[in-house]
């Protein structure tokens, strides 16, 4: 069972997706992770959507985008002690506040920035209790920020939550690294390319677990079948065996098979958060 934690800052406490058609976007993700829902009856929360993965929370999923002007997408939120004192971090290094900070209910605070690369980003101050299940096939694994600029982001994240990062790729070829604290390794971001992402902007990608016994593979059939898209089709890494795709509305993710990594596997967010899974 989840159980209610709390957060070290900088750690990721929730995720969810905006959608243009709802209805459409849990019909595709029951079809695909199994996921069942809860729908919030006040219409001043515009219905919000907690997606439940054998019964645990592992998402959540919303109307139109809260920007105007922003891509259907899915929002990775990192935990903050202080939301008060992140929204001044947040802009003091160079990011912009689009959203809040603002109360949230049951003791929350929430906002929504975006770093000075451009990728979006949520932050949540949360309050007891506050279950997250992750790991689990259905559950968020993993996450990395696309970015074109991975020095700028890595400076910018340090600044904010005194991330430690480490260089995975040889810098030129392939520019990965991941960032930690106190030795826990919590995200990572990608320098994007031209040859691959030509055109595309900044953005977070979450990974969902793929069930071994189904693989991802079989995983992308079943997203077209389902009416989303591939665009990039199973490749093999240290994580696992992973596919990019993207829902009918077009918020993109991935999925990745952890048992099928090739050797020497980076630890993932599936390490520091088990505590939160059962």
């Not at 992140?86 to 003791?107: F, H, I, M, R, V």
């Not at 995975?168 to 826990?184: A, E, K, L």
């Not at 050797?263 to 599936?270: F, H, K, L, Q, S």
Request: aromatic share 10%; hydrophobic share 40%; glycine share 12%.
């Amino acid at each position: 069972m989840t159980e209610s934690t709390s957060f070290s800052p900088g750690l990721v406490c929730w995720i969810d997706a905006s959608s243009t058609d709802p209805a459409r976007s849990r019909d595709f993700y029951a079809g695909l992770f199994g996921w069942t829902y809860h729908i919030d009856p006040d219409p001043d929360r515009g219905h919000y959507t907690t997606a439940l993965c054998n019964g645990q929370p592992v998402a959540g999923l919303s109307g139109v985008a809260v920007q105007e002007g922003q891509p259907v997408a899915w929002r990775l939120y990192l935990a903050s002690a202080n939301i008060m004192h992140t929204a001044e971090l947040l802009t003091g290094w160079g990011g912009q506040l689009l959203y809040g900070p603002a109360d949230a209910g049951a003791q929350t605070s929430v906002m929504i920035g975006a770093d000075p690369t451009g990728g979006v980003i949520g932050f949540w101050e949360p309050g007891p209790p506050w279950p997250f299940h992750t790991a689990d096939p259905g559950a968020l694994i993993w996450a990395e920020l696309n970015t074109w600029d991975g020095a700028t982001a890595d400076q910018f994240y340090a600044n904010l939550f005194g991330y430690q990062q480490d260089q995975i790729g040889d810098g030129q070829n392939v520019d990965y690294t991941s960032w930690s604290r106190g030795g826990s390794t919590m995200l990572a971001r990608i320098q994007m390319k031209e040859d691959w992402a030509s055109g595309v902007a900044s953005h977070w990608l979450p990974h969902f677990t793929v069930h071994p016994e189904v693989g991802t593979d079989a995983m992308v059939n079943r997203v077209i079948e389902l009416g989303g898209r591939v665009d990039v089709f199973p490749y093999d890494t240290e994580l696992g065996r992973i596919a990019r795709v993207a829902d009918p509305c077009g918020a993109g993710f991935a999925l990745v098979d952890p048992a099928a990594r090739i050797p020497e596997p980076i630890r993932c967010i599936a390490d520091e958060a088990g505590h939160l899974s059962s």
